[in-house]
């Protein structure tokens, strides 16, 4: 299984931008994607998550509003559209996979990094 994370870069606050994870190596039907980021001196932290087959979603109560996470079964990939970026949005940012009732994260991407200037 591999999760290709793309999309980060450096943008100004108030800007945004869409962040891709790209799934492949198996079905995800019955999997939950999630978008997490962890910043410098600071522990990973959920943001966005999903749920392949239904299209469930929730979020951080810190990007409500503002993030959209949304998946396209045809091309297997999750988008994360991030709107309104705030410099404390800034991390390198994860994708990762569950199955729906499983606590942990079985796979991760490589992350892609986010910088949001003021």
């Known amino acids: 299984v591999q999760l290709q994370a793309s999309g980060g870069g450096l943008v100004q606050a108030g800007g945004s931008l869409r962040l891709s994870c790209a799934a492949s190596g198996r079905t995800f039907s019955d999997y939950f994607m999630g978008w997490f980021r962890q910043a410098p001196g600071k522990e990973r932290e959920f943001v966005a998550g999903?749920?392949?087959?239904?299209?469930?979603?929730n979020y951080a109560d810190s990007v409500k509003g503002r993030f959209t996470i949304s998946r396209d079964k045809v091309k297997s990939t999750v988008y994360l559209q991030m709107m309104s970026l705030k410099p404390e949005d800034t991390a390198v940012y994860y994708c990762g996979a569950r199955m729906q009732r499983a606590p942990e994260y079985d796979y991760w991407g490589q992350g892609t990094q986010v910088t949001v200037s003021s």
């Open positions: 999903i749920s392949w087959s239904g299209g469930l979603t």
